[in-house]
């Protein structure tokens, strides 16, 4: 079945993750999306040096388009991609605000000619303020300018290594919420509207309880090391086959008393130092300094048959090749069939919502530069001739 967004065309104008991951969404969900691409393509497909075969990241956020090759800084390819907008519902770009104003292509000026397009601005830093246009990326917005390096970093300690499109594809499933509540706004006012997002604004909500604790009191919020926590219950312990595994117990004195069993110390019940989470958390240092001497007697699998028998709460903390292998990550859809080249299918991860009335399946595989050109062309009426003046121009390869 098509999904949800069947019959809502979409045009994308973006670069590597953000604004293409979000088109990836609504393609996913049905939509019909046009990557605008320059003859050179998004240099997100150059990626692919990183990769024994192919490009599995350009993958997961360009199947199910369809490709157009245009050179914009071209008049007629301008006005090729502006009789794409008078066609769209839903127009997606993080190009640089600046960029777009300077090819005419910023919402004020787009909304004038096209009242009811939805127009979604994935920037780095916003659209807003002095350093609107500075370069950025996920890992310089959302990472590292947003906090969440620092908060990740115990005192005195390296920052752990961002991987990639954490923070885009976190902003695109945002700016697709956006742009959905947007079209469902457009069904009672026939309004288009500006929805923005930013990888820095999803930096900040994504740890809003730290930025929340700065901002209502004023305080600096400190990063915990997992040999100190908060609550020994929630942290991480490594057992004697090197693997580790997250307790779970949030609820620190509900769960102390089951751990407590589990772990084959009834007597830390009776240790005045760990009477109450506020004790726990005053001497977590020393507790879990014997929590690890306890769990690095067994293997994670002995210690999970423990800890499911006297209902502890714990997960497994799993390889990208465990995860694959995890009949529960399949269960929960975690990955989905896409149309290959040759006729085959190959599993790629899923895009994370699912429709009960309107489920959605992947239309097509990841299209080559310009592969859907003189198609898309066609259908908005441009004849043969004109695509012919179109590539002696330089418009289209």
């Known amino acids: 079945m098509a999904g949800p967004m069947d019959g809502i065309r979409v045009v994308e104008l973006g670069v590597w993750v953000a604004g293409p991951a979000c088109a990836g969404i609504l393609a996913d969900w049905g939509a019909d999306v046009v990557k605008v691409e320059p003859h050179a393509g998004d240099p997100f497909r150059s ?3 990183l990769y024994d075969e192919g490009n599995p990241p350009f993958a997961l956020d360009n199947r199910g388009k369809r490709s157009v090759a245009l050179d914009l800084s071209v008049p007629a390819g301008m006005d090729v991609l502006h009789r794409l907008l008078d066609d769209a519902d839903v127009f997606v770009s993080n190009v640089r605000p600046g ?6 292509l910023d919402y004020d000026t787009v909304s004038k000619r096209c009242g009811r397009l939805v127009y979604a601005s994935i920037t780095g830093l916003s659209l807003h303020g002095d350093e609107r246009d500075r370069q ?3 890992v310089g917005a959302f990472w590292s300018r947003a906090g969440i390096a620092a908060a990740l970093t115990p005192p005195d300690g390296r920052l752990p290594y961002q991987r990639g499109g954490m923070g885009d594809h976190m902003t695109a499933l945002a700016a ?3 742009i959905a509540a947007a079209l469902y706004h457009r069904t009672a006012t026939g309004e288009g509207q500006l929805v923005e997002t930013s990888l820095l604004r999803l930096g900040a909500y994504m740890i809003g309880w730290d930025h929340n604790v700065t901002a209502m009191t004023g305080t600096e919020t400190v990063p915990w090391s997992r040999d100190a926590p908060p609550n020994p219950l929630i942290n991480c312990y490594r057992c004697a086959d090197g693997e580790w595994f997250w307790m779970l117990g949030l609820e620190g004195d509900r769960h102390w008393p089951a751990a407590t069993a589990a772990l084959g110390r009834p007597d830390w019940l009776d240790d005045p130092r760990y009477a109450t989470i506020e004790l726990r958390l005053e001497n977590a240092a020393a507790l879990i300094a014997e929590m690890d001497a306890v769990i690095a007697g067994r293997t994670r699998a002995q210690w999970g048959e423990v800890f499911d028998a006297g209902d502890v709460w ?4 799993q390889s990208t090749l465990e995860m694959r292998a995890d009949p529960q990550a399949r269960a929960a859809g975690c990955w989905v069939s896409v149309p290959a080249a040759d006729g085959s299918t190959v599993e790629m991860v899923a895009t994370p919502v699912d429709f009960s009335a309107c489920p959605w399946q992947v239309a097509d595989g990841v299209p ?12 908005l009426g441009i004849g043969w001739d004109e695509i012919a003046e179109l590539s002696a121009a330089g418009a289209i390869p």
């Open 47 to 49: 990626l692919e040096w």
């Open 99 to 104: 960029g777009l104003e300077r090819m005419g």
């Open 136 to 138: 950025t990326y996920d």
């Open 176 to 178: 697709a919420a956006g």
């Open 314 to 317: 714990w997960a497994p903390v």
């Open 368 to 379: 080559e530069i310009g592969q859907h050109t003189e198609l898309v062309l066609t259908e």
